[in-house]
């Protein structure tokens, strides 16, 4: 019988939770959160056995703890965590960057005990209530051990396959240059967009009124939130740095090149970053979440959106938002559908496209 151990049961915890007590019911499951009704409720769900008050000695007998709080409070929890886990017990956490809390577990005496790890997952839900055992399906799971042939990492390996993730075993310095440039940097420029807009609207309001389309999807992950992604940014502060000034430098030839007319760059631009973004591995889920939405083509008549949510509600499929797409600008189709999970955004599309409706953005 395995034991795990839990600090923090949000999202991202209680989902591994759910997914670990789903693989293997016969698991003990132990956990600490500072919402007690959501420890309470994880109780409930059959998924905590055992319920702890604080962070303590009732870790000491687990065999692997998962640090689950925000990545700054991870690091600063891993000398008490040195008290209270066995000698043998695999100490990992699930934050988004890795050098840091690396460091803190070497001279917290931590290294025969650590071992990192990020698995690529989330929704734009919080809480324990949002968890979800299939969050990690299909997601990548990162794990960055001290050394090669660490066997903590091929415990931590073991337990993403369990759970349906993607282990991929690397170097905590080159996982924080990763995710600077894939995660960190594009929700910086997402935010520095909505930013540019805002200071640039008109007194009544029309930039923001019809900034939807494109607009609104490539800045969709601007509403993440400001305090995990405060803590994000400050810890990897070096490699986010770097790649803003290489941003930045092209950006600043890019206004050049328009300052100056050049076409053949432009169309150049485009035609490269094309190519290349149109090579990325689609199967896998990466740290930039897929909003699970496409857009329907309508007639213009009384009862037409509701035609459409009848038809998906009596097929057992609940939506997250539903509405009229103004700014059809790179997008087709005239409602916007959103579901919670790639699951019923599939199902419902088969079904629609069924019933004859034409789909765009699957």
Not at 193 to 204: A, I
Request: with cysteine; hydrophobic share 40%; glycine share 10%.
């Amino acid at each position: 019988m395995k034991k795990y151990g839990f600090v923090g049961l949000g999202l991202i915890g209680g989902s591994l939770a759910r997914a670990l007590k789903a693989s293997d019911p016969e698991c003990k499951i132990i956990a600490y959160n500072r919402s007690r009704a959501s420890l309470d409720e994880a109780v409930k769900d059959g998924v905590v056995d055992e319920p702890l008050n604080e962070i303590g000695e009732g870790f000491k007998e687990c065999d692997v703890v998962f640090l689950c709080l925000p990545v700054i409070k991870n690091t600063e929890l891993l000398s008490d965590m040195s008290k209270f886990i066995g000698k043998d017990t695999i100490l990992t956490d699930v934050g988004s960057v890795k050098g840091g809390i690396m460091n803190a577990a070497e001279n917290a005496g931590l290294k025969d005990n650590f071992v990192g790890g990020h698995p690529m997952a989330g929704s734009e839900r919080t809480g324990y209530i949002a968890s979800n055992k299939d969050l990690y399906k299909n997601a990548y799971y990162i794990i960055t051990p001290f050394e090669e042939g660490d066997k903590k990492a091929e415990v931590l390996k073991d337990i993403a396959l369990s759970v349906g993730a993607i282990p991929i075993i690397m170097d905590a310095d080159k996982h924080d240059r990763i995710v600077a440039g894939i995660s960190h940097i594009p929700h910086l420029a997402a935010a520095a967009l909505v930013e540019l807009v805002k200071n640039n609207d008109f007194e009544d309001g029309s930039m923001k009124r019809v900034a939807a389309g494109g607009f609104k999807d490539i800045t969709r992950i601007a509403s993440s939130s400001p305090e995990m992604w405060k803590e994000i940014c400050l810890s990897n502060e070096l490699n986010i740095s770097e790649y803003l000034g290489d941003l930045i430098d092209r950006l600043i030839l890019i206004r050049e090149k328009v300052d100056e007319c050049d076409g053949a760059f432009i169309a150049d631009l485009f035609d490269d970053a094309g190519t290349y973004r149109n090579s990325f591995n689609t199967l896998s889920a990466g740290p930039i979440k897929d909003s699970h939405k496409f857009t329907i083509e309508i007639k213009d008549e009384p009862g037409a959106i509701a035609s459409i949510a009848i038809i998906l509600a009596v097929s057992g499929i609940n939506l997250k938002n539903i509405g009229i797409q103004h700014n059809r600008e790179y997008i087709g189709g005239d409602l916007t559908v959103g579901f919670w999970d790639p699951e019923s955004k599939e199902k419902a599309a088969e079904i629609l496209k069924n019933k004859g409706y034409t789909l765009h953005g699957i």
